[in-house]
């Protein structure tokens, strides 16, 4: 099992930009994949963007592409997520997930999770 804890976040004013990070414990030799979604109000949960842990490939669902930035620090056992340009359609409760089992890198199937922490962008 893997543990995850988010930071950053909070509220941010629309134009501005913002970096989130998660940090892993526990059985992080095992994980495959690290992965930021997205939890809008009165909305289901969608995929922001993934990283493979090993080779640092990205892949990117909708509502990351263009103005979302993934990262990883290996040494560190944090992955991140940088936005820019933001827009108060971007409000939403942001989740770390992390996958130990080897699947293709656009697969929204994740084993472990963060709490999820608010992220909210005024007009």
């Known amino acids: 099992q893997v543990q995850l804890v988010e930071s950053g976040g909070g509220l941010v004013q629309a134009g501005g930009s913002l970096r989130r990070s998660c940090a892993a414990s526990g059985r992080t030799f095992s994980t495959y994949a690290r992965a930021w979604f997205r939890q809008a109000p009165g909305k289901g949960r969608e995929l922001v963007a993934v990283?493979?842990?090993?080779?640092?490939?990205?892949y990117y669902g909708d509502s990351g592409l263009g103005r979302f930035t993934i990262s990883r620090d290996t040494a560190k056992n944090s992955v991140y997520l940088d936005a820019a340009s933001l827009k108060p359609e971007d409000t939403a409760v942001y989740y770390c997930a992390a996958d130990d089992v080897l699947r293709d890198i656009s697969s929204t199937t994740f084993t472990s999770w963060g709490q999820g922490t608010q992220v909210t962008v005024s007009s």
């Open positions: 990283i493979d842990w090993r080779f640092a490939n990205t």
